[in-house]
Nanobody, 118 residues
């Protein structure tokens, strides 16, 4: 059974930084592309960043390019998101999942809350 456990969120001032981490209980983790998604209050969940199975390539949403960095550690079955120059618009619950999402049905972990104050 797949499980994702996100951590590392918190309250930070505009311009600050946070590093999110996701622990995956997923057999053959290194076979899957992984991604971070986020859902802001009153909005639909959206894609943030993704990374290929071996970590050789990444893709980012335009609004976070140059500020966020996704990485992974296949030995530890973890995927991370380093976030710098945070803006109030980055306030959301952040989730990790496979890319594309839905390989394991509509499963989502609990997410981690990121709040950026102006």
């Amino acid at each position: 059974q797949v499980q994702f456990m996100e951590s590392g969120g918190g309250l930070v001032q505009s311009g600050g930084s946070l590093k999110l981490s996701c622990a995956a209980s997923l057999s053959s983790f290194s076979n899957y592309a992984m991604a971070w998604y986020r859902q802001a209050p009153g909005k639909q969940r959206e894609f943030v960043a993704r990374i290929t199975p071996k970590g050789s390539s990444t893709v980012y949403q335009d609004s976070i390019k140059g500020r966020f960095t996704i990485s992974r550690d296949n030995a530890k079955k973890r995927v991370s998101l380093e976030m710098n120059s945070l803006e109030p618009e980055d306030t959301a619950v952040y989730y990790c999942n496979t890319f594309p999402q839905g390989i394991f049905g509509n499963y989502w972990g609990p997410g981690t809350q990121v709040t950026v104050s102006s």
